[in-house]
């Protein structure tokens, strides 16, 4: 931990105690100055010398400059120990906040509310939080996922991803600097991270579906409604053969309808032909080689369970179903101020560091003072 | 004085060595002295052989004493009686001031040589040899005497108060029977005209100015604080190089002073560093 003082940041402020060297070796030089006791007969002569203009009179005679040079360098050995670093103007500091994206993120605050409980988090986080940053600041933002830059919060994070995501592992962000923003708190222990939570009311809803039933959470318990569930489609674009067959196999057995129209809100798998990239799979979207359209020499029922785990892994849940976990009431907003990022620790731009320089002085002082040093 | 300036060489110590080597010393100078004759400083001082009357000629001496003009006048055979045959005295005036513990070597433990020296070298001319110390010891050596009762006496003497030669000058009266009178001590507290006025007829005077190393060349000693020991009297000053050049101005013009002053009064006197050995310092003012 740096400490600054004289506008840099000095990394090892206890070695300054070394200071007291150069000072003790002063002090010591300085010990002979303090005049020898003789007796003598003369005393009149030397009265007379001391009456004399420019016989040296009594002033004491200075500390040789080779002392002088050598406390120098002494001084200068020590201040390169206490690794002084100028304080790089404007990009000392780096905030990262953590934001959960996770769909209980998005579920409205209050009751018949258009803010949703991440909205709510951002506006608190914008009264407690700006106030800390200083002119210089870097902001960064991660959502576990992907990394935003910039003051504000990510516009582009403001809606719901498609897919569902995790919050980030909040274990791995507990340090200066750091904000975490979610609904609700993370029920782990926090140290030196801030913690910016939304908080919300329950948020009754669609929990689950059930073949063509849709499961509600209304407040209390699970509700279900014949026939509610939502139309999903999977859609084939330039895909054919026998996964094309495959995929209209399984799209029937969960309920799924098969599309080759346009892309619609309701699709919850697109299947597409791959270029020259190569096949590709996410969450909602798998690319494919006009190769792997058909099983060939494979076994069928090989290429059936392979594809079936591949369709199930990338496709997504109907739009708007959160768990129970997530709808449940998280009580009010809250804003705990953790540790300001560490100039030393933040991995912004290091200031210029003058240990080097330092050292050479040191060495040069010194190397001065013993060729003064009267032999 | 306090302990913690306590005087280097305040004492003296003197054995019968130092007899040896005066009476050895006297003894070259009796022979230098009848080489002298015709008239050198030392013999002047001496006076052995200054003429103060004539008796009659007794069978069996020198016949190079014989007075043959007064012979030629007379008829009858005369000897030429010397200072020496008709008995004087020597006053030997010792500055024991606290200001002579100075040195090493001591400038009191040098001036008790020099002192002890002249004893035994007045004692072997058959003179009677008065040693006053600044504090008030005396001793009187009559009949040619100064063995142990003369290392005693000098044994005894120590650098302590603030008397010092001119105490002794002013008492002038304790030796006016004196026809030799030595002023043994730094000398700086004494002004040459203050010590020559002793000087009469019939008397001579010789200064032996007897300085410490510390004294006569201090060198270049840095911050000194000089403490005079008879007044406590203190001075802080850097000795060097220029301070070192005023010193040795003053000194100089110190010691030509008194050489001058002497010179017009007819009186010897010299100025030695303690690390000259006595015989030196005597030759330096007898000329032996």
């Given amino acids: 931990m740096g400490f600054e003082l004289a506008g840099l940041v000095w990394e090892r402020p206890q070695a300054w105690w070394g200071l007291c060297l150069p000072l003790l070796v002063l002090l010591a030089a300085k010990q002979p100055l303090r005049p020898r006791q003789m007796a003598t007969g003369a005393l009149s002569l030397w009265k007379r010398v001391m009456e004399s203009p420019g016989a040296g009179g009594s002033e004491r005679p200075a500390v040789p400059w080779a002392i002088w040079l050598l406390c120098a360098g002494l001084t200068a050995a020590v201040l390169s120990m206490a690794g002084p670093r100028s304080v790089a103007p404007g990009a000392s500091r780096e905030w990262v906040v953590l934001v959960d994206r996770s769909p209980s993120s998005y579920l409205p605050a209050e009751d018949a509310s258009d803010e949703d409980r991440l909205a709510r988090g951002i506006k608190l986080l914008e009264e407690e939080w700006l106030g800390l940053l200083r002119e210089g600041d870097r902001v960064r933002w991660f959502d576990g996922q992907a990394w935003e830059e910039g003051m504000g919060f990510p516009d582009a994070w403001r809606d719901a991803p498609r897919a569902p995501m995790l919050a980030p592992d909040w274990t791995q962000w507990d340090a200066p600097g750091c904000v975490w923003l979610c609904a609700r708190p993370p029920a782990i222990p926090r140290a030196e991270s801030s913690l910016c939570s939304g908080g919300g009311a329950a948020a009754p809803g669609p929990v689950a579906i059930d073949g063509e039933d849709r499961l509600d959470w209304d407040g209390a318990a699970l509700v279900r409604v014949i026939g509610g569930a939502p139309r999903r489609t999977v859609r084939l674009d330039g895909v054919g053969g026998a996964l094309a067959d495959l995929v209209a196999l399984w799209a029937d057995e969960r309920g799924l309808v098969l599309s080759r129209g346009a892309p619609s809100p309701e699709d919850v798998l697109v299947l597409s032909r791959a270029g020259d990239a190569g096949s590709r799979s996410e969450p909602g979207a798998l690319s494919v080689l006009e190769s792997e359209e058909e099983y060939g020499a494979r076994d069928p029922a090989e290429f059936a369970l392979l594809w079936s785990e591949r369709l199930d892994e990338a496709c997504l849940p109907a739009a708007g179903l959160s768990p129970v976990s997530a709808r449940a009431p998280i009580g009010n907003a809250i804003w705990i101020q953790g540790a300001a990022p560490d100039e030393r620790r933040d991995g912004g731009r290091p200031g210029r560091a003058w240990e080097g320089w330092l050292a050479l002085l040191s060495c040069g002082l010194v190397a001065a003072a013993l060729i003064g040093t009267p032999r | ?288």
């Fill in chain 2, 1 to 288: 004085m306090t302990e913690a300036n306590a005087l280097p060489c305040p004492e003296v110590s003197v054995d019968a060595d130092l007899l040896q080597r005066a009476r050895s010393f006297a003894a070259r100078l009796e022979v230098g002295g009848e080489l002298r004759e015709e008239g050198g400083r030392g013999a002047h001082l001496l006076g052995g052989e200054e003429f103060v009357g004539h008796r009659p000629y007794r069978a069996g001496e020198d016949l190079r004493r014989l007075d043959w003009s007064l012979l030629a006048r007379l008829g009858q055979p005369f000897v030429k009686v010397t200072r020496r045959e008709a008995g004087e005295e020597w006053a030997v005036l010792l500055d024991t001031s606290a200001s002579m513990g100075v040195g090493p070597p001591g400038k009191l433990q040098r001036a008790a040589e020099v002192a002890g020296a002249l004893a035994v070298l007045g004692a072997a001319r058959g003179a009677r040899v008065r040693i006053i110390s600044s504090g008030g010891a005396e001793l009187f050596l009559t009949g040619g005497r100064a063995g142990g009762e003369l290392l005693a006496f000098l044994n005894g003497l120590r650098a302590e108060e603030s008397r010092g030669m001119r105490g002794l000058v002013e008492r002038a009266g304790r030796f006016r029977g004196a026809s030799r009178v030595f002023l043994v001590g730094d000398l700086l507290d004494l002004e040459p005209r203050e010590a020559l006025g002793l000087v009469r007829r019939g008397r001579s005077l010789a200064a032996v100015g007897l300085l410490a190393p510390l004294e006569f060349e201090p060198g270049q000693l840095g911050r000194v604080e000089w403490w005079d020991p008879e007044e406590e009297q203190r001075l802080v000053l850097n000795v060097a190089t220029e301070s070192l050049e005023e010193y040795e101005r003053c000194l100089n013009a110190h010691v030509d002073g008194w050489r001058d002053a002497a010179a017009r009064h007819r009186a010897a006197f010299g100025c030695f560093d303690t690390r000259s050995p006595f015989e030196e310092v005597l030759r330096g003012i007898l000329g032996g």
